[in-house]
């Protein structure tokens, strides 16, 4: 479940959610459905009204997987576990949801939000949540940008730390499963988080998935756990060890899942290159119509779709897109807005050969490359019919 922020901006992010290529590529691993509800909420209105579930929100989201359980010939989605991943507001949402459904929430990522654990004296409308013995065994990350509060104090989003490190350490303290992980190039925006939250969500839900349709969440297993110090000044010397190993101070560390997660996320603090060894998988059913191709494609779980590699007659012909557009972080195939989402409209596996021979036939592939820049095997070759002038 990818859910958007506040504003009329970030709704409009959040409708095309579930069209996004690699956030669909966790969810086919998983045997899982991909949502992104979108709250309609004029500019200057009070997020609250939808980002606290508890207004109104967490009931009319359970009524709408409900319908469209009935509506898709899928009832289980009204009782199925949730992953949910949500920013800036939707952060706030999510982390309620654990807090009120913690037996449906298999794991959660929380970027720039947070749900309040403590009254705010400036603002009586916002009502703290308590945490039940049950919230504690749901996998938890707290991401935001080191300028919303962290290393950068002044600007707009500098009120995002203060709540993230209460929430953080109350949960801490508690036993909760839960850790920080800070970009130490952003603020506000999402950047390049989601190298680090699909393959967290990934181990989570391997973990804790259960074998048997219906069965209870499985517990994350204690014995795969690394912890690493909280290091909030950037000096990149919080290595995560195993947690027998660790001498730190225990209720205020990184919880983290496993040690492959451990690595990554040291990746990430440092600079946000989380590597990846793995290539895309290949294209599939490349079709020829006159001179345009088509053709589909599933996005590398560890990173994504960069681009894609046209050859013609064993040589190279462009690429798709020209030139990927993200300015928060990696190029990507489909391009991505602030909120983490494929900007409209969505584009598509085409590409149009326009130099093309008029009369001769031509062989063509497509080649997938990641966001690494990991090429995937190529699609065997196809034949187009002599094009016509």
């Not at 319908?67 to 949500?86: I, K, M, Q, Y």
């Amino acid at each position: 479940m990818h859910q958007h922020g506040c504003g009329e901006g970030s709704c409009r992010s959040g409708l095309t959610g579930a069209f996004d290529l690699h956030w669909q590529a966790l969810a086919r691993k998983h045997d899982c459905a991909l949502l992104s509800p979108a709250y309609e909420q004029p500019e200057k209105a009070d997020c609250q009204l939808w980002c606290d579930p508890r207004n109104g929100s967490g009931t009319v989201f359970q009524q709408a997987l409900s319908d469209l359980g009935e509506r898709s010939g899928h009832p289980e989605l009204a009782t199925v576990p949730w992953a949910l991943w949500g920013h800036s507001g939707g952060g706030h949402w999510a982390g309620g949801m654990v807090l009120l459904h913690p037996e449906r929430v298999a794991a959660a990522w929380l970027r720039s939000g947070v749900p309040l654990l403590r009254p705010n004296p400036d603002r009586s409308n916002l009502r703290a949540h308590t945490v039940t013995d049950a919230v504690l065994a749901v996998p938890l990350m707290c991401n935001l940008g080191t300028r919303e509060g962290v290393t950068d104090k002044t600007n707009g989003f500098a009120g995002v730390w203060p709540g993230v490190e209460v929430f953080f350490k109350t949960m801490r303290a508690k036993g909760a499963l839960v850790g920080v992980a800070i970009d130490p190039l952003t603020s506000h925006e999402c950047g390049n988080q989601r190298y680090l939250a699909i393959p967290w969500l990934d181990a989570c839900l391997t973990a804790r998935l259960p074998a048997k349709p219906g069965a209870p969440l499985r517990p994350m297993p204690a014995a795969s756990t690394w912890l690493a110090s909280l290091d909030t000044a950037g000096t990149n010397d919080a290595a995560p060890v195993p947690a027998g190993e660790f001498i730190g101070v225990k209720e205020e560390s990184v919880w983290l899942p496993n040690q492959a997660i451990a690595r990554a996320w040291s990746q990430y603090v440092q600079d946000t290159a989380v590597t990846d060894v793995t290539p895309p998988p290949a294209p599939r059913n490349l079709r020829i119509v006159a001179n345009e191709l088509t053709w589909e494609a599933d996005a590398d779980v560890e990173s994504g779709l960069g681009h894609f590699v046209i050859e013609r007659d064993g040589r190279f012909l462009a690429t798709v897109p020209d030139q990927g557009r993200n300015p928060y972080g990696r190029p990507v195939f489909q391009n991505l807005q602030y909120s983490d989402t494929p900007s409209q409209p969505l584009i598509p596996m085409r590409y149009l050969d326009t130099t093309a021979d008029g009369g001769k036939r031509h062989r063509y592939r497509v080649i997938a490359v990641n966001t690494v820049g990991l090429s995937s095997e190529q699609l065997p070759a196809a034949t187009d019919q002599p094009v016509d002038g």
